[in-house]
């Protein structure tokens, strides 16, 4: 109170400058600048005094509820008395008014209170009605006028008395809306009613009386309770009959504290509504028509615990509303029991102040109020006359919550807002079913403070027809999470979140339980805060663009609601009130509000033109769904099986975030269509949009199928295109998906084809387009598996889907994503006889045709080139849309189309729109960005948000006719166009209406205004407005990086293999190398985490430079900020090798390098060597890898192994073996000298001495100074010739395009292997011959022989098999080698020995079965047996246990002997070993089969590829390739014929092997591909074709018997 008092005694300092000292010496026109001046009130309220002749000394004697009589609001009126409280003395009331001033005394709270009973209900007929012993005079009671509680907190409303303790302060709340049954409106316990127990006011406004009623119910039997309720209910009901005014009752109320609520327990509601219906006759007889005319039944208002959540208790409330039309003159006497007699009387109540008086009969005072009854009658119905003028007033409100909610707009389909934040309070169960407009508003996220609403609230009605996702405010504050982590964790913007603010009733847990006020501020507002800054910040809504809409389903009265805190966090947030609106459900939950929010510096009168007040929650929900879409159809229908169509519910279609899906009357029998200008207007912005260069729609193609316009344009590959899919969708017993590819030239029309299909196709399968790429696959597979499972029953109903692909930048994606919808599909157990996905992939390719011809099966080509048939096409729509537009030639994108692709037509679009354009300007800076992101980067834009902020357009007051960009953008706004943006977030995006124009834009910024594209790259890098806030703003990032950063591949369809990004290679070849590094150094200062930026400049620098020093400098740069990342290690080692390289071309002309040359080079080759082993190290470590990526906001990148650490050691190492041949010490063209090399660098001896000669030491000593690396050379050569030969020849790619890419690394190793082999493996085949030649020099040379000719190892011996023709001749002679080693093979090398020559004779009978080299059978299965028994289970190596599977393998699987009973064994240490050793690897390659089991028998039954392909002799419809990869191979003849069937289970994804009679051998072979049989993890007998890999046994064409 201290702080309460010193501010007091500052306002009585302030009106002694200003106004009389003494309250009585002020006038009215005092009274009235005190109120607006002096306590800051609206000039109405002092105007309000003013004409009601306030003076000081009057205004002394008001009470609260004189206030509210004239017309002053609550809020208001608790501010004057406040005020006046402290103008006599602070504190002290007036109880220090000197005693020779007339005392003029009131009755305040305290001595009302002594004058109550507490809410006992006894009393006598005759007097007042208040309590028992009420026996005052009619004078006296007539002066008992309840002064109100004048604070918001009830501060003194009960003073302590008789030695009680103080009661705590009360928080007020306003009674539930009079003569309304379907409010929302709630009570909590403790809470203080804000009005008092009133007489007759204006007659309209309703008297009140307090009741506590729990002792009755308590204590008395039911019929006592009967007459008690009754006698209670209708004494006070017939009072306000007689007295005119309206009234209300209040059951469960408590006297002390004055209105405190409390609450009845009502175990069952209709016992009072029976005993109402049945009294009423009893207590009315005379008039009975009348009273139930008058008086309602009895309504039950819920009390809540403090923390909003139910207490089980009701306040029992009567309205008593006397219309003049029911009453007129008359007057209405009633009955009423006595308890002391036990008799009924009669009575004539009226209301007389806070009480219902007695008129006995005849006495003077019932006649002369009787005789009163006609002027009281007239004041009645003049007073409902005024009521109705006023509610007339409010019939506006119904408009202004239109255009308030949609930006002065009509629908929701052109609002100006894209995206709305809800914030609502508890609502009443009546009144949920008024809430569905909810589920038209695209709800971005709502902030629920009922914490019961998932179990009856608001938010379980919502999600019975849509989604919403559940959260806390602490969800959105994960530590380290961006934005854009945020968007795709919780799925914003693809379903509404609704955050639960204060807490969540139906979970466990401390985190989810609510709160009060008190403790919600202490514990929770800091969370909402951090929420609400979340969803108001630039980078998550555009300004401008979000609407916040407050939702008041019930009254907040709490000055610490939470309610109030969050409506003030949006006001600091949004900067004012222009986007938000307030819905409040009834006038006084509006009073209430603004009341409150004017205590917190809210402007009253902004606040109302935000507002909406006067309309019923049904009325808001009528009102708003007059606005829902008219251009969406009502009911969406799924084809099915049999010409037959599933109802696709909204909560399903909302789930599928991932889809945009294409229904079978997409567009049909919407709203709009009904009107024909409204339809004709629509269509031509959609036919505009689309021919200006936007993405074709689905109304596109309706128009022209319901022949609102000519045909849809087919181009000539449709055709082909349809069947493919059609042939593809019948397949039987194959993969669950297909993969059809449209490659096309961008900007040709190669989405609007693949639409086309769908829109065409849409009745015979469930047609969809991925629309959001960067979801997790696994989701997206989810969602597909539910579109084809959705309206069915079994299998047989099941429609394939026809998946839309758009524009992955890499075909790997794809692949990926096909594998994750198979892995959904066996997830969920679909069966299925024909494909269940077909995935329409439409690519964009610099080259369509070439990459068409790498799945030429199943791609298509579209490109930059019309047919005549074609063009007399595009002529004919031209000459319609001529007939419908002022400006067709504006249409550039279709122009451009119709011209063929014009080069000459697209040069003068663009030197037109760019003529006279001030490049300086905004807009130019702003075309020439987008040009150059649009030229460069496929799918880029910059957010509208974005630009309007560069353009420096206000958001303020969108709807007011505010510049829009197309204005700001003058005649460049005919290139530009918006398109939605699905990815990191959902936004609008500008961007160049073609690729095309975008390009020939920058070569008229070059050719015009001398604008190079690396200055406008720099100003673009510069800018920091696209980098640091604003929707895009992760997007353009992600996009400049990506323009800077990637590299064109042929394998991806580009033209040539690139080794920079093309605008780099652009800048380098139109510009200088020095503008080169002035773009990616800025950019290593605008992106400072992408390290693969460093790394460009590093390569920029040793590529094109030939700066050697700088590329170290960056490099290491790079280096430091991924340390772990195997492709910074490459470049950091391919800096190194490159500087040696050009050295040693530049010393190419000397035969001899100097000392300190060779120091510097063999230090640089040391150094590239160990950056290159590192390398290897690295990655085999992936999560490093996928780190560095996401960090730097790469698009989503598919598996790879990074080869490039081995193929650079090899460089180097040769690099290095040319050094040394520089010296005086090795002449490479002197055979000794070879021999002295090649044992240095094997580490076999040191530099002998025979070589050294003058002026050698410091070579020597140099040498000596690198022994280590230089003795190591040969081993590091070895290991990674070895590396390569198992990496190409054991594994394969999972994708077939990346083949290519392979071949050619296989090539250039190749290339290497044989300079290694001239300069370490050359052997002397005299020196063979020789019998003479010592036994370990012929060993030697016999090992050296066998390494040149790859025969050391499995994987080199496997290659010979796929060049059988030459190899035949060398396999014997390798076989013959490996006998005699054998002969005279060391114990060391004797096991892998034994094991090579197994394998050689392996393949040399499968190449030549008469050869005479081939050992027998047995042999070789002997030979195995000591192998094994040598190696045991446990080996590390995979070899010894692949041989095993194959020779051991029984001719009958009925019959084992005792090898073929350890199979099981044999192959549980195959794959543990195969594992150890090549797990990394398969993240991009799998095991292939290197034998398929034939029919033969012995080494018969090995049958390899290469056999297979022999046996087409005759030419195939097919080429070899294409049979293998689509696995139709396997139907052929020829297969048939060579392998054998085998037989046994599918289980759990594996095959399992018939093996033995027992069956307690179980040989599982890994499915290439389960088909059926993997869903619903079905056990079925099956047959199968067996091939045998180093990772274990494969199942080919697996088949249901």
């Known amino acids: 109170m201290g702080k309460k008092r010193a501010k007091n005694k500052s306002i009585k300092k302030n009106d002694q400058q200003n106004l009389p000292e003494k309250i009585e010496d002020w006038t009215k026109e005092h009274v009235k600048q005190w109120v607006t001046d002096e306590l800051k009130l609206d000039e109405k309220h002092g105007n309000t005094l003013l004409q009601q002749d306030v003076t000081g000394t009057s205004l002394k004697l008001l009470q609260m509820q004189d206030l509210i009589t004239m017309g002053i609001t609550y809020g208001p009126a608790i501010q004057i008395m406040h005020a006046l409280k402290g103008k006599d003395d602070p504190g002290e009331g007036t ?71 103080p009661l705590p302060n009360r928080q007020t709340c306003l009674p539930y809306p009079f003569d309304d049954f379907h409010s929302g409106h709630r009570y909590i316990q403790q809470y203080v009613l804000s009005i008092p127990e009133t007489g007759p006011l204006n007659l309209i406004e309703p008297a009140h009386e307090f009741k506590l009623f729990t002792n009755a119910i308590e204590s008395a039997t039911e019929e006592n309770l009967k007459l008690k309720f009754c006698n209670e209910v209708f004494r006070f009901a017939a009072a306000c009959m007689n007295s005119r005014s309206n009234g209300t009752i209040h059951l469960g109320v408590r006297d002390k504290p004055h209105g405190e609520i409390v609450g009845v327990k009502v175990e069952n509601k209709d016992i009072y509504i029976s005993y109402f219906n049945t009294m009423i006759k009893k207590y009315f007889e005379g008039a009975l028509d009348v009273a139930k005319d008058c008086i309602r039944e009895p309504r039950f208002v819920e009390v809540l615990q403090q923390n909003n959540t139910a207490s089980e208790t009701f306040v029992i409330e009567v309205d008593v509303v006397p219309k003049h039309s029911c009453c007129q003159s008359k007057y209405f006497p009633s009955k009423t029991y006595n308890y002391n007699t036990k008799k009924w009387e009669s009575c004539f109540f009226i209301r007389d102040g806070a009480s219902s008086k007695n008129l006995p009969e005849q006495s003077k005072e019932r006649n002369i109020f009787i005789s009163k009854l006609d002027k009281l009658a007239a004041l009645r119905k003049e007073a409902e006359e005024e009521h109705r003028e006023k509610r007339k007033k409010r019939d506006s409100e119904g408009p202004k919550l239109v255009s308030l909610l949609t930006g002065n707009n009509d629908l929701l389909d052109n609002s100006h807002y894209d995206w709305y934040i809800l914030v609502l309070n508890k609502c009443h169960s009546s009144d949920i079913k008024h809430v569905n407009f909810l589920q038209e508003i695209n709800l971005f996220a709502v ?26 405010p602490k969800t959105y504050q994960k530590p380290g999470n961006s934005a854009s982590e945020t968007i795709e964790k919780l799925n914003l913007y693809q379903q509404p979140s609704w955050i639960f603010c204060n807490g969540m009733s139906h979970l466990r847990g401390e985190e989810y339980q609510p709160l009060d006020p008190k403790l919600w501020q202490q514990q929770r507002a800091a969370e909402v805060r951090k929420l609400i800054a979340f969803l108001s910040h630039p980078d998550i809504m555009p300004r401008g663009k979000v609407l916040v809409v407050f939702l008041l389903l019930s009254k907040v009265e709490d000055p610490g609601d939470p309610m109030i805190e969050v409506f003030c966090m949006f006001y600091q947030e949004l900067r004012g009130l222009d986007d938000m609106l307030c819905i409040c459900i009834g006038e006084k939950t509006y009073q209430c509000w603004k009341d409150l929010l004017q205590a917190r510096s809210i402007e009253p009168d902004a606040l109302a033109d935000r507002c909406i007040s006067n309309l019923s929650l049904d009325m808001v929900n009528g009102t708003i769904l007059k606005l829902r879409s008219v251009t969406q159809t009502s009911q969406r229908f799924l084809p099915s099986k049999g010409f037959s169509s599933s109802v696709l519910s909204k909560k399903e279609e909302d789930c599928m975030t991932a889809l945009e899906i294409l229904c079978e009357n997409e567009c049909k029998d919407t709203e709009i269509e009904k009107d024909k200008d409204r339809f004709s207007k629509f269509k031509k912005s959609q036919e505009e949009h689309f021919y200006r260069g936007g993405k074709v729609s689905w109304w596109n193609f309706y128009f022209s199928s319901e022949n609102y316009s000519l045909p849809f344009i087919k181009r000539d590959t449709y055709d082909k295109l349809e069947e493919l899919i059609e042939s593809e969708s019948q397949t039987l017993k194959q993969s669950p998906t297909k993969i059809i590819n449209l490659y096309h030239h961008p900007g040709c029309g190669g989405t609007t084809l693949a639409m086309h299909i769908l829109w065409e196709m849409r009745k015979k399968f469930r047609c969809a387009v991925l629309k959001n790429k960067t979801l997790d696959f696994a989701e997206i597979g989810t969602q597909l598996t539910t579109l084809i499972t959705y309206g069915t029953s079994n299998q047989f109903d099941y429609l394939p889907v026809l998946l839309l692909v758009d524009d992955f930048e890499e075909q790997e994606n794809v692949y990926m994503l096909q594998h994750a919808i198979q892995s959904a599909i066996t997830e969920k157990g679909i069966r299925y006889e024909n494909p269940l996905v077909i995935i329409l992939n439409c690519m964009r390719s610099q080259n369509p045709g070439e990459s068409s011809k790498s799945n030429s099966l199943n791609s298509i080509a579209l490109k930059q080139n019309l047919s005549v048939k ?33 080069q000459q037509y697209i040069d003068n679009v663009v030197k037109n729109t760019l003529k006279g354009l001030d490049i300086t300007s905004k807009q130019a800076q702003l075309i020439s960005f987008l040009a150059l992101l649009n030229s460069y980067v496929t799918e880029s834009n910059i957010s509208v948000s974005q630009c309007e902020e560069f353009l420096g357009i206000s958001t303020k007051k969108a709807y007011w006719g505010r510049e829009s960009l197309e204005d700001k953008m003058g005649n460049c706004s005919n290139i530009i166009i918006q398109t939605e943006v699905q990815e990191l977030g959902r936004y609008k995006g500008v961007r160049i209406s073609h690729s095309l124009i975008a390009k020939q834009c920058l070569e008229e910024f070059k050719q015009t205004y001398k604008l190079t594209k690396s200055e406008i790259t720099l100003s673009l890098l510069r800018n920091n407005l696209f980098y640091d806030t604003g929707i895009g703003r992760d997007k353009i990032q992600q996009d400049v990086q990506s323009m800077l950063l990637t590299r064109h591949r042929k394998e991806h369809g580009d033209d040539t293999d690139t080794l920079f990004s093309p605008l ?29 930026l460093s790394q460009a400049l590093a390569r920029h620098f040793y590529i094109k430079e030939k700066n050697f020093g700088h590329a170290l400098v960056w490099a290491q740069k790079a280096k430091e900020g991924a340390p772990n990342n195997s492709y910074i290690s490459d470049t950091l080692g391919q800096v190194y090798k490159s500087e040696i390289k050009y050295r040693l071309e530049e010393n190419a002309q000397k035969s001899i390098i100097s000392v300190d040359a060779l120091k510097d080079l063999l230090n640089l080759a040391k150094k590239a060597s160990e950056a290159f082993k590192k390398s290897q190290q690295q990655t085999e470590n992936k999560d490093s890898e996928r780190e560095d990526f996401q960090r730097t906001k790469y698009k989503r990148r598919y598996e790879t192994y990074n080869t490039s650490g081995y193929l650079g050691e090899i460089e180097t190492g040769l690099y290095t073996i040319e050094i040394l041949q520089c010296t005086p010490l090795f002449n490479k063209k002197d055979e000794l000298s070879r021999k002295h090399l090649i044992h240095f660098l094997s580490g076999n001896q040191g530099i002998p001495k025979s070589t050294w000669n003058a002026g050698s030491e410091e070579y020597i000593l140099i040498l000596e100074e690198y022994g280590n690396y230089l003795s190591t050379l040969q081993g590091s050569f070895k290991k990674a010739f070895d590396f390569f030969e198992n990496y190409f020849v054991f594994l394969k790619p999972k994708n077939p395009e990346k083949e290519t890419v392979e071949l050619k690394i296989r090539k250039k190793v190749h290339e290497f292997f044989k300079k290694y082999v001239e300069i370490f493996c050359k052997s002397d085949m005299d020196l063979l011959m020789n019998s003479k030649l010592s036994s370990s020099l012929q060993v030697e040379n016999y090992r050296k022989s066998l390494e040149g000719s790859k025969a050391d190892k499995f994987s ?12 035949t001749g060398k396999l014997e002679d390798i076989v013959k080698k490996y006998n005699i080693l054998l002969a005279q093979s060391s114990t060391k090398s004797l096991q892998r020995d034994k094991q090579n020559l197994i394998l050689a004779s392996i393949i040399l009978h499968c190449l030549n079965p008469k050869s005479k080299m081939v050992r027998p059978f047995s042999e070789l299965k002997e030979q195995l047996r000591t192998i094994l028994q040598s190696v045991g289970p446990e080996h590390r190596f995979a070899e010894p246990y692949f041989l095993a599977s194959l020779l051991f393998w029984p001719e009958n699987q009925k019959q084992l002997d005792k090898d073929s009973k350890q199979m099981e064994k044999y192959l549980s240490s195959l794959k543990k070993a195969f594992n150890g050793q090549y797990w990394q690897m398969c993240r991009s390659k799998q095991p292939i089969a290197l034998f398929y089991l034939g029919k033969g028998s012995l080494l018969n039954k090995f049958i390899h590829k290469g056999k297979i392909d022999d046996s087409f002799t005759s030419p195939c419809s097919k080429s070899l390739s294409t049979l293998w990869q689509s696995g139709e191979i396997w139907k052929t003849e020829n297969a048939k014929r060579l392998l054998l069937r085998l037989t046994g289970k599918a289980e759990d994804n594996l095959v399992y092997v018939d093996y033995g009679i027992e069956g307690d051998i179980r040989i599982s072979a890994r499915p290439v591909f389960l088909g059926q049989l993997k869903s619903g993890r079905s056990i079925e007998r099956v047959s199968f074709y067996l091939g045998f890999s180093i990772g274990g046994l494969i199942a080919y064409d697996i088949e249901i018997i």
Do not use: W
């Open 95 to 165: 109880s220090k008014v000197p005693s020779k001033e007339p005392i003029i005394e009131t009755l305040d709270a305290n001595s009302f209170v002594k004058n109550r009973d507490g809410g006992r209900m006894e009393e006598t007929a005759q007097g007042k009605s208040k309590s028992a012993d009420a026996c005052e005079s009619p004078e006296l009671a007539e002066s008992e006028q309840p002064q109100p509680p004048i604070q918001e907190t009830m501060d003194n409303v009960i003073g302590p008395e008789d030695g009680e303790k």
């Open 1064 to 1092: 780099i290679e652009a800048i380098q070849k139109e510009e200088r190398g020095i503008e080169v590094e002035r773009v990616l150094t800025e950019g290593t200062q605008r992106f400072s985490q992408n390290v693969f």
């Open 447 to 472: 902030l629920e403070f009922d914490p019961e609403s998932a179990s009856n609230g608001v938010v379980k009605a919502f999600r019975e027809n849509r989604a919403a996702n559940f959260h806390i």
């Open 1356 to 1367: 080199g011996l496997l290659e010979h098999i796929s060049n059988h023709e030459k190899s």
């Open 870 to 902: 074609e063009q007399r096409a595009f002529e004919e729509k031209l000459k319609e849309i001529e007939d419908q537009y002022e400006h067709p030639e504006d249409f550039y994108s279709f122009m451009i189309m119709k011209k063929n692709f014009d």
